[in-house]
C-alpha cells in the first residue's frame, strides 16, 4: 500500500511539473498555442480561460493567444434544446463542418501552423470563433450539431463539434440599435460570461450596433454585431458598460465632463484632464503643431495623411478651401506660363513696333501727336522689354526706357510715405518686388513685372497730353492686328478677377466715337483745333464714364475722397481689377474714415471680415473703434454692409465668389453641435476665412487693386480578428459653405471654358474636386438634419484624405518636385499700402494647427475627431515681403525671431487655442 501511495505521489509530481513545463513553454513561445489543435477541448480552468484585464487586449493576438472561449460556461446541446431550431454560438477558434456525424474533417486535427500552410480553398467549411450557426441537437448524435450557416455568402451545411459550440438562449429585442461605450475601456465577450476571454475592447464613446439584450446568470448583457460586411461576428457587452442611443436621449448642445473621452483608437494623441475640461466647454480647441519636414504633397493635405493622430478626422473647411487655392493658383500659373506671358509678350512687341512706325512717320508739325506716341512708344516698349529681354528699345526712348526697365526689374525703392511722395509721374517701384506664385521661375518673375507695369501705368484723364496719348490707343491696338491678343487676354483676367477699375479701352473708344467720329482715330481724324478736341473729350468722358472706386496712388495730402478720384481717373490699358475687398479697405481708411489729427491709414483685414458677417470680428473692431474714436467709421461700416447684402453683390467672378464663400463661414448652419453654438468657433471662422482670404490676396496680387490710404489580404490560412467599430469622422456642418464652393466650381468650369481658359488636366482636377466637394455638402446636411450616417460614408470620410493627393494638387506630370518650399502652404501677401508713414498691410499664413472636435450624436456616439486648420497672421511692415522671405520666417525661423517682427497670432487665438505660443 505504502509503494502505491508513493507511486501515485511520484505521478502526481511528475504530472504537475509536466503541466507547469507545458505552461510556460507555450507562455514564452505564443505559436505554441497555435500549434495546440485548434480542435482540442481545454478543460474548464486552463490558463487561456482565465479573466484577462481589458486594457491588454490586442485583437490581432487574441486568435494566436486564445483557444477556448467558454470560460466556465458548459458548451455543447443541452436535452431539453433537442430537436428544437436554436442559435449556436461558435466558442473556438475555428471549427469545420463535417459532412457526417462521426466522421471527422482532415483539418480537425491540423494544428493551426499547418491549418496556416494547407491548402485551404479545398478545406470542408469552416467557421471562426463569435460566429453565429442556427442548429438542431439529435440526442442520437451526442457529440455533433446539425447546424447551417451563411459563409461568404453561400449556404453551407454540416456537423459542428458540440463542444465547441454554446448553446445561445432567447434575446430579447435590444433598447436601440446603437450603443455607447461608457466606460473607459470596455470589454467584448464572445459569450455572456466575465470569464469569455475579451475579443475584443472598445473605448468610451465608440458605438456599436446591438442585436438584442440578455439577462443571464443575474447579468445583463447586450449582444453585438462586429465585422460588418464581410462575416459577422458577435460579442457581449456588459450592460452597465454601455447606454442605448436615441435620437431623444442625445442632447448635442451639451456635453458633461464624464462623457469626454480621453483616448481615440490607433492614435498617439494625449489628452489631460484640462483638455477634457476645455472640451467639454468649448466643443474643441486648436494647437500648434511642428512643421512636416518631409513634405509630399502640402502641409494641410499631408498632416491629415499622419496616421499616428488618428483616422477619425474632423474634415474642415480649411482643408476646401486650401485645396481650392493650390488648384485654382496652380491653374493660374498654368494659364499665365503657357497662353498669357507668351500673348502679353507678342502684344507688346507688336505695339511698340507700331507705334515707333508711326512716331517716325509723325510729322514735325505735329509736336502734341507726335508727343503722344512717344509717351505710347515708351509704355509699350517698357513692358515689352520687360517681358522678353531679348526685346531691343527702340532709339527714341532708350535712356528713358532702359532706366525704368532697371527699376522694375530691381523691384527697390522706399515705399510711399510723407518724406516720400509719389504722384502720378512717379512710381512705387516697390510693387514690382516679385511676389505670389511668380517667383516660381525666371519667366513668370517677367510676365509679373511686365503686367504689374500695365497695371499701374495710367494716362491721366486731366492731363491733355497724357489723354491724348490714351485715345490714340485704340489706332494703334487696330494697326498692330492686336485686338484678339488684347481682348482675350483681358477677357481670362476679367473672368477670373473682375473688370477694370480706370477707364478702359472699350471706354474711350465709346468717348472718340463721339468726339472725333470714329472709335479709332489716327492723325487724320485728330482735326485742326486739337486743344479743343481734347476738352471736349475730358468733358465727355467725365460725364459718361464713371469714376474709379478706388485710389492706389498718392493724390497728395488734404483731399476728400471723391476729388481723390477724380484726381487719379484715367486710362489704363490692362488696368488692375476692381475687386470689392480693396474697395471696404478704401472706404475704411483715411480720408473716409479718420481725420488729419486722428487718420487710419492702415485698414485690417477684420474690416473685410465684419462687412461679410463675423460677429467675431465686428466685436473686436468695435473694442478697436471704442479705443481709437475714428471719425466716420460706424457709418461706413453700416453703408458697406447694405451693399453686400443683395444677391450676386459680390459678382460672379473667382475672385467675387470667393469672398461669397467667405460669407457662408459666419451664416448659422443650423447645426446644435455644441462646438458650432459658442463664441469660440465664431473665432475658428474667422481665422478660416482670414486665412483663405491671404491666399486670394496671394493667388491674385498682380490683377486686384490694393488699396491706399492717405491723411487728408494573402492566401494563408488565418483566424481573423474581432474588428473595432470603424471610425466616425464629421464633415464641419456648414452646408452652405459646401454647396456655395461645388455653385463656384461649376461656374469657374462654364467661364473659363468660355473664355477659352482651361486645359483638359484642369477642367479634370476642378470635376473631381467639385464632386468631393458635392459629397461633402450632402453629409454635411445630414449631420445638420439629425439624419443617420452611412457606412458608407464613414468611409468617405476617413479615407478622404487620399483624394487630396498628387493628382488632383500638382500639375500633372510631377514625378517629383526638387524645390520643397512650393510644397510649403506658407505666403505672404500684402493687401494695403499707408502713404502717409511708408508702411504695408501683410497677411501671411503659416503651416497648419491642430484642431481637436468633441462630435455627438445618436449615430457616431460621443467621440474625439481631428482635424487641421489654418494659422494667420496680420501685421504692418515697413517693407513688402516675398513668399522665399515669409517661408525663411516660418519654417526656419524661431517664436522669438517672429516676435521682433511685429510676427505673432492674434491675441484672440487665446479663444479657442490650448497652446497660444508653440510652432506656427
Not at 443575474?218 to 460588418?228: E, I, L, M, S, T
Not at 476679367?494 to 465709346?510: A, M, N, P, V
Not at 481724324?525 to 464714364?545: H, M, R, V
Request: aromatic share 10%.
Amino acid at each position: 500500500m505504502k509503494r502505491g501511495k508513493a507511486l501515485y505521489i511520484f505521478i502526481g509530481i511528475l504530472l504537475f511539473m509536466l503541466g507547469t513545463g507545458a505552461f510556460c513553454l507555450t507562455w514564452r513561445n505564443p505559436k505554441q498555442v497555435r500549434a495546440m489543435a485548434a480542435q482540442e477541448a481545454v478543460p474548464p480552468g486552463n490558463s487561456s480561460t482565465k479573466s484577462v484585464d481589458p486594457r491588454d487586449v490586442d485583437p490581432s493576438e487574441v486568435p494566436n493567444k486564445v483557444v477556448n472561449f467558454l470560460g466556465n460556461l458548459t458548451p455543447g446541446a443541452t436535452p431539453e434544446a433537442a430537436g428544437m431550431e436554436r442559435d449556436y454560438i461558435v466558442s473556438y477558434q475555428v471549427d469545420f463542418l463535417r459532412k457526417q456525424p462521426g466522421q471527422k474533417t482532415t483539418e480537425e486535427g491540423m494544428t493551426y501552423e499547418q491549418l496556416q500552410t494547407s491548402d485551404h480553398e479545398v478545406a470542408a467549411p469552416y467557421v471562426f470563433y463569435g460566429e453565429t450557426v442556427s442548429g438542431k441537437y439529435d440526442p442520437a448524435h451526442p457529440g455533433v450539431i446539425a447546424v447551417h450557416a451563411t459563409i461568404d455568402g453561400k449556404e453551407v451545411s454540416g456537423y459542428v463539434d458540440a463542444a465547441k459550440l454554446w448553446l445561445e438562449p432567447p434575446l430579447d429585442p435590444p433598447h436601440s440599435e446603437r450603443y455607447l461605450a461608457v466606460g473607459e475601456v470596455v470589454a467584448v465577450h464572445v459569450l455572456p460570461s466575465l470569464t469569455s476571454p475579451p475579443a475584443l475592447t472598445l473605448l468610451q464613446g465608440e458605438v456599436v450596433d446591438a442585436v438584442g439584450v440578455l439577462n443571464f446568470q443575474g447579468q445583463d448583457w447586450v449582444k453585438a454585431r462586429f465585422n460588418v460586411p464581410d462575416r459577422p461576428r458577435y460579442g457581449f457587452i456588459a450592460a452597465n458598460e454601455v447606454q442605448p442611443l436615441t435620437l431623444a436621449s442625445v442632447n448635442q448642445s451639451k456635453v458633461a465632463r464624464k462623457e469626454v473621452p480621453r483616448r481615440i483608437r490607433g492614435s498617439k494623441l494625449k489628452f489631460s484632464a484640462a483638455d477634457q475640461n476645455r472640451l467639454s466647454q468649448a466643443g474643441f480647441y486648436i494647437e500648434p503643431v511642428p512643421p512636416i519636414k518631409d513634405l509630399r504633397v502640402d502641409d494641410m493635405t499631408d498632416s491629415y495623411q499622419e496616421t499616428y493622430s488618428c483616422e477619425q478626422y474632423f474634415i474642415t473647411t480649411d482643408l476646401f478651401l486650401h485645396a481650392y487655392h493650390l488648384i485654382f493658383d496652380r491653374m493660374l500659373q498654368d494659364m499665365e506660363e503657357k497662353r498669357l506671358l507668351p500673348a502679353a509678350a507678342h502684344l507688346s512687341r507688336a505695339l511698340a513696333r507700331t507705334t515707333e512706325v508711326e512716331f517716325k512717320a509723325a510729322p514735325a508739325t505735329a509736336t502734341a501727336y507726335q508727343d503722344a506716341l512717344r509717351r505710347d512708344l515708351l509704355y509699350f516698349s517698357v513692358a515689352a522689354k520687360v517681358l522678353d529681354p531679348a526685346f531691343t528699345l527702340p532709339a527714341a526712348i532708350r535712356p528713358q526706357a532702359g532706366t525704368l526697365v532697371a527699376r522694375i526689374n530691381a523691384g527697390t525703392g522706399e515705399l510711399p510715405s510723407r518724406q516720400n511722395f509719389l504722384g502720378f509721374e512717379k512710381e512705387d517701384f516697390t510693387q514690382y518686388k516679385v511676389r505670389g506664385h511668380y517667383a516660381k521661375n525666371a519667366v513668370m518673375q517677367r510676365y509679373f513685372r511686365g503686367m504689374m507695369w500695365y497695371g499701374r501705368r495710367n494716362f491721366l484723364l486731366s492731363d491733355k497730353a497724357q489723354t491724348l496719348a490714351a485715345i490714340l490707343l485704340p489706332h494703334l491696338v487696330e494697326a498692330a492686328n492686336a485686338r484678339d491678343k488684347f481682348d482675350t487676354i483681358d477677357r481670362q483676367v476679367s473672368s477670373l478677377i473682375g473688370e477694370q477699375d480706370r477707364y478702359t479701352l472699350e471706354g474711350y473708344r465709346t468717348v472718340n466715337k463721339k468726339v472725333f467720329g470714329v472709335e479709332a482715330p489716327a492723325l487724320k481724324n485728330l482735326g485742326a483745333d486739337l486743344d479743343a478736341k481734347l476738352a471736349a473729350f475730358q468733358e465727355t468722358a467725365w460725364k459718361d464714364l464713371p469714376l474709379p472706386r478706388i485710389v492706389t496712388v498718392q493724390t497728395g495730402l488734404g483731399l476728400m475722397q471723391e476729388q481723390r478720384l477724380r484726381e487719379s481717373a484715367g486710362m489704363q490699358f490692362l488696368g488692375q481689377r476692381f475687386v470689392f475687398d480693396a474697395f471696404f479697405l478704401n472706404q475704411l481708411t483715411s480720408p473716409s474714415v479718420g481725420t488729419d489729427q486722428n487718420p487710419r491709414n492702415l485698414p485690417s483685414a477684420l474690416d473685410v471680415m465684419t462687412i461679410l458677417g463675423s460677429n467675431a470680428a465686428a466685436d473686436l473692431q468695435q473694442a478697436a473703434q471704442k479705443e481709437h474714436q475714428w471719425a466716420h467709421y460706424d457709418a461706413q461700416v453700416s453703408k458697406l454692409k447694405q451693399q453686400v447684402e443683395t444677391p450676386y453683390a459680390l459678382g460672379a467672378t473667382y475672385y467675387g465668389e470667393s469672398l461669397a464663400r467667405l460669407r457662408t463661414l459666419f451664416f448659422s448652419t443650423g447645426s446644435k453641435q455644441m462646438f458650432m453654438l459658442g463664441a469660440p468657433w465664431q473665432y475658428k471662422s474667422l481665422n478660416t476665412a482670414g486665412a483663405s482670404w491671404t491666399e486670394l490676396k496671394h493667388d491674385t496680387i498682380l490683377y486686384a487693386e490694393q488699396s491706399g490710404a492717405e491723411m487728408g489580404s494573402g492566401d494563408e490560412f488565418t483566424i481573423p480578428p474581432y474588428v473595432p467599430p470603424p471610425p466616425k469622422g464629421y464633415v464641419e456642418p456648414n452646408p452652405a459653405f459646401f454647396h456655395q464652393l461645388t455653385d463656384s466650381i461649376d461656374n469657374m468650369l462654364l467661364s473659363m471654358k468660355g473664355a477659352d481658359g482651361l486645359t483638359d488636366e484642369y477642367v479634370d482636377k476642378f470635376t473631381l474636386f467639385r464632386d468631393l466637394s458635392h459629397r461633402a455638402e450632402a453629409i454635411a446636411q445630414e449631420e445638420v438634419f439629425g439624419q443617420p450616417i452611412s457606412p458608407g460614408d464613414y468611409d468617405w470620410i476617413s479615407t478622404l484624405r487620399w483624394s487630396f493627393d498628387s493628382s488632383l494638387l500638382l500639375p500633372r506630370g510631377t514625378d517629383e518636385i526638387k524645390d520643397p518650399a512650393q510644397l510649403q502652404m506658407a505666403l505672404v501677401a500684402d493687401v494695403a499700402t499707408d502713404g502717409v508713414d511708408g508702411l504695408v498691410l501683410e497677411e501671411g499664413v503659416g503651416t497648419p494647427q491642430r484642431i481637436i472636435v468633441l462630435v455627438k450624436d445618436a449615430f457616431g456616439g460621443t467621440r474625439l475627431t481631428v482635424g487641421y486648420v489654418y494659422s494667420w497672421y496680420e501685421f504692418p511692415s515697413k517693407k513688402r515681403w516675398s513668399d522665399s522671405e515669409w517661408k525663411k520666417m516660418i519654417y526656419d525661423g524661431d517664436e522669438k525671431t517672429r516676435q521682433q517682427q511685429g510676427i505673432r497670432p492674434p491675441a484672440w487665438y487665446s479663444t479657442f487655442s490650448r497652446n497660444v505660443g508653440g510652432h506656427s
